[in-house]
């Protein structure tokens, strides 16, 4: 059987992109003494999802690629929003992922002293000031990029007084959103956060790294160049709503070089870059950690790793092997592009990894009894059956069969069509890994369902080979009816029923909502089934891959079963779910 544990394998090789070709010509040149120092840095405030998923595996795959490392940063600071349990939760899917950041952990709460510091570095040098203005009354000085913003009325205040009142506001004197800390740089730049953005705010919230400590905090545009530059980190890469922040950070890394705070390492001064990419979108989900905690908080799914979302944890939930997601991203790509990625993708990558690694086993979904009328009522024997035909060294187990089976309903047809190939009245198939049957007649109920399909089978086709090589091209699958494991299924599907939830803007996403995305049903399995473990993984044959739930199984249990994916792409050919 298949567990979730998988080597730590490297990301395939990603040569072609342009951040690649980027991070290749600085260390061709010897820029930072050739060497490559990245870093991950997710704000603890929200479950991972696969969107960060591509960011891991681009910012450690390229530290692979160039024998250098990647940092784990919490870039908490936002004191109101984050907590233990969403740092603890980012550690162990990037783990699961595959990626190990070693002793390279680091938290922007750490350096808040440091941040402080160049903070009131920035005032005495007069290129900080303390402003009163509200949020409303900013909106106007600010103006818009075509035409210059208004200078606020304390942007030359003079360092001494800015600097008292910094003091102030870190001493709690004055109220949340009644004073903050402006960079003075450029009110009549194009780019309107470049004019005298705001770099620190009050905040009379505990951090849940840092406790009462602090009642200002720095914004993430100031903080995170000074972690990256206090780290030494060469290459920082970010999705492309940050490209035009890119002038603020340069800013920032001016100002820490002249205050002589950049690392200097083997003789080298570090002085961090950064480049853009185009985030990860996916059909029929959303990925915004504001919208998906509207999706838990008001109970449309059962927590952030239901295995319905696209969180990390939910999809490990459902049963997505970690190297399907990595390769996944890697074959989306890195580009500049904004784009759409099809959901059928991931699917599809999801299948192939575990087309190779999940073992087969026979199950029921709808029931209906077949009985071979030529069968001794007592006897029973058992079969050969292939554990992975993509792998021999899975092996073979043993399938009892008897005289009573179940097989699908929907594999008999009253008048079939012409290349309708399983159960008829006078039509021979094959019983997957037993033998040749044919039927013969069928019993119905009063409303005209079949109850039960009655035939005989060929006693010198054991195996499923016909004796003198004729043709049988229906094959069905089946369960024996005394042997059979009852064992509950949860049936998952897409989240929303459109590819764009968001297509009406995001207050209203909800009224996209996948009223069929889960089904609870009872299947009928082989015995081998209830041994499986919780965490493994099973492909149902002809009905999909599966996935021992690791939090609703137990061990001296039959297993709960969430369905992965499904062997095909359903939703490709049925147009009206689109």
Known sequence: MNSDKQENTNTPKQQGHFLYQWIAADVAAGKNGGNVVTRFPPEPNGYLHIGHAKAICLDFGMAEEFNGRCHLRMDDTNPLKESDEYADNIKYDIKWLGFDWGEYFYSAADMFDQMYQIAENL?????????????????????????????????????????????????????????????????????????????????????????????????????????????????????????????????????????????????????????????????YTVMSKRLLLQLVENNKVDGWDDPRMPTICGMRRRGYPPMAIRNFCDSVGITKFISTTDFSLLEETVRAELNRTAERRLAVFNPVKLIIDNYPEDQEEFFDAVNNPEDESAGTRKIPFSRELYVEADDYMKDPPRKFFRLAIGKEVRLRYACLFTCTHVIEDDNGNVTEIHGVMDMDSRGGTAPDGRTVRGTIHWVSAKHAVEIPVRLYDRLFTVEDPLQDGSSNFMKYLNEDSINEVKALAEPSVAKFKPGEHVQFERSGYFFADPEDSRPDNIPVFNRTTTLRDSWAKNSSKK
Not at 241 to 251: A, G
């Open 123 to 283: 005032i005495i040098s007069g290129q900080a000031y303390v402003c009163s203005l509200s949020q409303e009354e900013w909106k106007e000085y600010r103006g818009v990029p075509t035409e210059p913003g208004k200078e606020s009325p304390a942007r030359n205040t003079s360092p001494e007084e800015n600097l008292a009142l910094f003091r102030r506001m870190k001493a709690g004197e004055f109220a949340d959103g009644t004073k903050c800390l402006r960079a003075k740089i450029d009110m009549s730049s194009p780019n309107i956060h470049f004019r005298d953005p705001v770099i620190y705010r009050i905040m009379h919230a505990a951090h849940y790294h840092t406790g009462d400590k602090w009642c200002i905090y720095p914004m993430y545009d100031f903080a995170h160049p000074i972690e990256d530059a206090l780290e030494g980190v060469t290459h920082s890469m970010c999705t492309l709503e940050f490209e035009v922040h890119r002038p603020l950070y340069d800013w920032v890394i001016d100002r820490m070089d002249e205050m002589g705070m950049l690392v200097i390492r083997n003789g080298n001064k570090i002085r961090p870059q950064q480049r853009e990419f185009s985030r990860l979108s996916l059909t």
